[in-house]
């Protein structure tokens, strides 16, 4: 009957049952963003034991889950686990098989949706949420808060600055000076940005602050250089004189239910400007004052704000995606290519060929497309390889097994290749062409199969046209332990760490005329060569 | 009847407002600013324009995008989008030429095709790729289009805008059309776009920072030097530029003074004493001085429509990302230095300006973003188009150099009272130090006199004659007492002139 009724609720919306019980449900919406393979929210508050009716509506173009995981449970972890048994995940529609697992909803599939019906937990604390999906957890994710914890404190009200230009090393009586130029802070949130002072400046924000009961409050503020918070005219919270803003400092201070008057001082001499300020009640979560928060208030009551380095993916649909830019990895001439199928490269244009390999989800473009575009992303995606070295070049001349391999050092070109770029054919896969010793040399990849699954494999063409060198081979492959298999080579390559991050490097390859040199698996140069590098389903390496 | 009392009323409510308006002529009065919508699946961060043939345009993006842009030179609501190719790192530069769209990347000039007609590119073919990259996200190349002699200019940022990691870091470098990279200037530091003057001549702006007192307009004359020296040890491999410059003064304070102590016209480290000690140091045809003409300068643009944008015909438009606006430069040579003057010309795009291109019909193409870098027009990236309303803002025109003072000229005649009143002009003179050190403020301020202000025969101009010039000197004029004909004040009074060199005659 209590179920029947809340399929029609709206939210929010008082149900009476006989005997006077009453009971508020919550509606929560929570789509998914097409093309984005992100939840549209990925923070909410409920209250314990309180009724929630949970729509979730899947607005992209692919499956999507919504698993909720008991609090501290690494949900990206539990659902990215699942790749090492995909047959197993795939019958249960990629929903874990885990204790921790609290709630669930269907495989929803495109532009559907499913209803969840629950009454939150009476235990506080943050339940994670994730899509369990193969590589969709790292970054479709969110947080439901349960209990009063992690509400979040009424913001500043009325916030005004004034601008004071001058040279300080400990915080001056403002009052005594002029201000160079004052007025309203719309967004209520203190914020250093105003004209284009770096150097040698000072703001005194006043506002209003809202206690929502008599009781103790902590300010805390942490700033780069001097700062201040004053309430009710009294300093609360000091930490003046020039420094980084690396310590918070926090003061307490006894309010009464009611409006308080507000005041931070702060000053800029030279170097970086940084400055953050919060509060805290007794029934009331951390809640930044600043639009910028300090690096340990991550795990505060905050508003929702979007990870600059995360959420952004580019998703492969039909067509493969070129993605040129900063791929850890891939060299400073890397050209990223998702293929669908489920495996990436980045080819290298200064080391012309696939630097490094790796399967599921392509890049995420956040960390290019959001601020300057600086930084080494990694690969979305998991089990990275790096087939044939880091800054080696592909081709040899009568190589021993002991010879070194010809590499390019860091920083140099390759004398003897020129790059020359790339087409796209009908389907939009690239062929990417160079030039070395008079071949000229053009290479495309495709995936066979489903990288994700068992047999999918990365297959590389390359086919050579003009002069070959004589003895000239091709390195296809390289690794500590290379040894023949059904039709292929099981290759141990050299591990590698990509900004921190581990990856063994062991893999698979299979190409005609192969012969194992030491540590190199080479085929002489010939007008076609065709190889395919696979992933063994031992386990999964990821990122996040 | 009713219906059309009640439009009367509504047209005379709305008319006093405008006609108290009319009093105080303003930008929009003369350049009106229009606003596209762009596709919504991306984020239409305009790096760079090109023109292509019937009309269309070619807009490349930050994120790497470039889009065939149709109808953008008639009503918004006509404008269709198509994208041309995706995936490419930073498109700072497109040209089009023989059917094919050269796009300058990260790290190289290729040629892009569209062999299929299904309006997407297929062929990516590298015209050159010869320069260094580090991986350091400020390592920008800035592409031109192609020059008089059949070439592309390369602007190669110096890493992180300070150093030079790889090769010809700080360096502009031309693109031979059979792929070869042929080192042309050195002494860049960070730099912002790059254009053409009407008679070919390529400048392009540089950014506020070590040796960049201000940004600036640069002349790139083949085989100058442009004022950093981080790059200067490519020298090495360039042998077509000979011997490497001597390095400029890190900083000078002399008898023990402290920076910020006044000592005009006597320290060392000033580009006019500094470019006769260094014979390839070209100074900055043009100061864009920082805080009032912007502060972050991006594309140029030469009015070669004939007329069709107003009465500045062969003068360069420069845009500024961070004061979302561009600004007007005029020129003139002297002593075979170039110099002039600069006026703020229009303000309010909607995000901050890097890419800007104007086509045949006299309308101005102009986009950007402010991501990374915070701009005044509040919106994270724009694509808009600048027409001209047909009306003449009253404006200085030009100032050409006398050997005392400065010929102005007017777009419109000037009431001679006014005009020839010294009362109505004020300047002052000032620089910038040119040191190793971060920018810098403006330096050795001087109040000259204007001791004659003399009405032209022509009723269009006026010589100005000062007391003193300085040469090497940034003198700024007031123009505020200054009315046309008509009454109207000149719509941007200050100007500022960088005067290189002084005339003979």
Redesign the interface.
């Known amino acids: 009957m209590f179920r029947t009724i809340l399929f029609s609720a709206v939210a929010p919306l008082l149900i009476f049952t006989t005997g006077a019980f009453a009971a508020e449900v919550e509606t929560i919406t929570i789509k998914t963003l097409k093309a984005q393979m992100r939840y549209d929210t990925t923070e909410f508050d409920v209250k314990p034991g309180q009724k929630v009716k949970l729509v979730f509506q899947n607005d992209d173009d692919m499956p999507h889950n919504m698993c909720f995981f008991q609090p501290g449970t690494d949900a990206i972890a539990l659902a990215n686990k699942q790749i090492e048994n995909p047959d197993a995940a795939l019958k249960r529609d990629w929903i874990p098989e885990d204790k921790s697992l609290w709630l669930h909803s269907k495989a929803v599939q495109p532009k559907t949706s499913d209803t969840l019906i629950f009454t939150a937990p009476e235990k506080p604390g943050v339940y994670p949420f994730v899509c369990t999906f193969p590589g969709h957890a790292a970054i479709m994710n969110g947080k439901m808060t349960v209990g009063e914890k992690g509400k979040r404190g009424p913001g500043l009200t009325g916030l005004k600055f004034q601008l004071y230009l001058g040279e300080w090393k400990t915080l001056p009586d403002f009052s005594k000076l002029k201000p160079h130029r004052e007025g309203d802070v719309k967004d209520n949130l203190v914020q250093l940005k105003f004209d284009d002072y770096k150097n040698d400046f000072g703001l005194v924000f006043t506002g209003k602050l809202d206690a929502p009961k008599d009781g103790e409050y902590s300010f805390l503020i942490a700033s780069d250089d001097g700062g201040r918070i004053l309430i009710d005219g009294k300093m609360i919270a000091d930490d003046d004189g020039i420094h980084p803003a690396s310590t918070v400092r926090e003061g307490r201070v006894k309010l009464t239910k009611g409006v308080h008057d507000f005041r931070l001082d702060y000053f800029q001499a030279a170097g970086q400007a940084e400055l953050y300020a919060a509060w805290r009640g007794a029934d009331f979560a951390l809640t930044p004052l600043t639009k910028a928060l300090h690096p340990d208030w991550k795990n505060a009551a905050k508003p929702k704000k979007k990870n600059e380095n995360s959420g952004m993916p580019l998703v492969v649909a039909q067509e493969p995606i070129i993605y040129r830019n900063f791929i850890s990895g891939g060299g400073n001439r890397g050209i990223g290519v998702g293929y669908p199928g489920n495996a990436s490269i980045a080819w290298s244009a200064e080391y012309f060929g696939p630097v490094i390999a790796w399967r599921g989800a392509f890049m995420d473009a956040a960390r290019h497309w959001n601020g300057r575009g600086g930084g080494q992303q990694l690969p979305l995606g998991f089990d990275v390889l790096r087939p044939a070295g880091e800054t080696a070049l592909p081709f040899a001349v009568n190589p021993t097994a002991d010879s070194p391999w010809p590499e390019v050092p860091k920083g140099e070109r390759a004398a003897d290749y020129s790059w020359k770029g790339y087409d796209l054919d009908a389907k939009r896969y690239p062929t990417f062409h160079y030039e070395w010793k008079g071949s000229r040399i053009s290479e495309r990849f495709e995936v066979e199969g489903d990288a994700l699954a068992g047999q999918g494999k990365l297959v590389r063409v390359l086919k050579i046209d003009g002069s070959i060198p004589a003895g000239a081979v091709m390195r296809v492959a390289t690794g500590s332990a290379i040894t023949p298999t059904g039709g292929g080579f099981n290759v141990t390559g050299e591990k590698l760490s990509l900004e921190g991050h581990a990856f063994d490097n062991v893999f698979q390859v299979a190409v005609e005329g192969a012969t194992v040199s030491g540590k190199n698996l080479t085929v002489p140069l010939r007008p076609e060569i065709k190889i395919s590098y696979s992933w063994p389903n031992l386990h999964a390496q990821h990122l996040h | 009847m009713k219906t059309l009392r009640i439009l009367t009323g509504l047209i005379l409510a709305t008319a006093t407002p405008a006609m108290l308006r009319a009093a105080d002529p303003q930008e929009s009065d003369y350049y009106k600013i229009t606003t596209f919508d762009t596709p919504k699946e991306t ?1 239409f961060e305009v790096s760079s324009i090109e023109l292509l043939p019937e009309g269309k345009l070619a807009v490349g993006t ?3 995008e470039i889009w065939t842009v149709s109808n953008a030179d008639s009503e918004p609501a006509n404008v269709k989008y198509q994208l041309f190719a ?5 498109v700072l530069g497109l040209a089009f030429k023989d059917g094919w769209l050269y796009e300058t ?4 000039v ?1 040629k892009l095709k569209d062999t ?1 007609g299904d309006g ?7 015209v050159c ?2 320069w ?7 390592e920008y190349a800035f592409g031109s289009r192609f020059d008089k002699n059949g070439d592309l200019w390369v602007l190669l940022c110096l890493t992180g805008s300070f150093t030079s ?2 090769e010809f870091r700080g360096w502009a470098m031309r693109v031979k059309p059979d792929g070869s990279l042929v080192p042309t200037c050195s002494g860049i530091r960070s730099p912002g776009g790059i254009g053409f003057d009407a008679d070919g001549e390529v400048y392009y702006t540089d950014n506020q920072g070590p040796w960049r007192g201000p940004n600036n307009l640069g002349h790139l004359v083949p085989g100058s030097f442009q004022g950093h020296p981080g790059g200067n040890k490519w020298y090495e491999k360039a042998p077509n530029m000979g011997r490497r410059p001597v390095d400029p003064i890190p900083e000078a304070f002399q008898n023990g003074r402290k920076r910020g102590d006044h000592a005009p016209h006597t320290d060392p480290d000033r580009i006019e004493f500094e470019r006769k000690r260094i014979k390839e140091l070209v100074p900055p045809a043009v100061c864009l001085v920082y ?1 009032k003409i912007g ?1 972050s300068s991006s594309f140029i643009v030469c009015d070669l429509s004939g007329g069709k944008f107003g009465p500045f015909e062969k003068q360069l438009f420069v845009a500024d990302q ?1 004061h979302s606006n561009i600004a007007r430069v005029f020129l003139e040579e002297v002593n075979g230095v170039k110099q002039g003057g600069v006026f703020p010309f229009l303000k309010g795009f909607k995000s901050g300006l890097i890419g800007g291109r104007m086509n045949e019909k006299g309308q101005l193409f102009a986009g950007g973003s402010d ?4 701009a005044k027009g509040g919106q994270p990236f724009s694509f808009e188009r600048v027409d001209w309303t047909g009306k003449v803002p009253f404006e200085v025109h030009a100032m050409h150099a006398k050997p005392d003072g400065f010929d102005v000229t007017f777009t419109e005649p000037v009431d001679a009272k006014t005009a020839g009143n010294v009362a109505s002009y004020t300047a002052r003179q000032f620089t910038y130090a040119y040191r190793e050190e971060y920018g810098g403020p403006e330096v050795d301020e001087v109040f000259p006199k204007i001791t004659k202000a003399t009405v032209a025969a022509d009723g269009k101009s006026v010589r100005l004659t000062f007391d003193k010039l300085i040469q090497g000197d940034i003198h700024e004029v007031h123009f505020d007492g200054v009315r046309s004909a008509d009454g109207k004040p000149v719509l941007h009074p200050v100007g500022y002139f960088t005067l290189n060199e002084i005339p003979a005659k």
């Open positions: 984020a930050r994120r790497g995706s995936g490419q790192h930073e990347n990260r790290y190289e290729a299929t997407r590119a297929d062929k990516f073919e590298t790729d010869k260094g990259v580090s991986g350091d996200y400020h990691q790889t805080g502060n961070s991501r990374g870098w915070g």
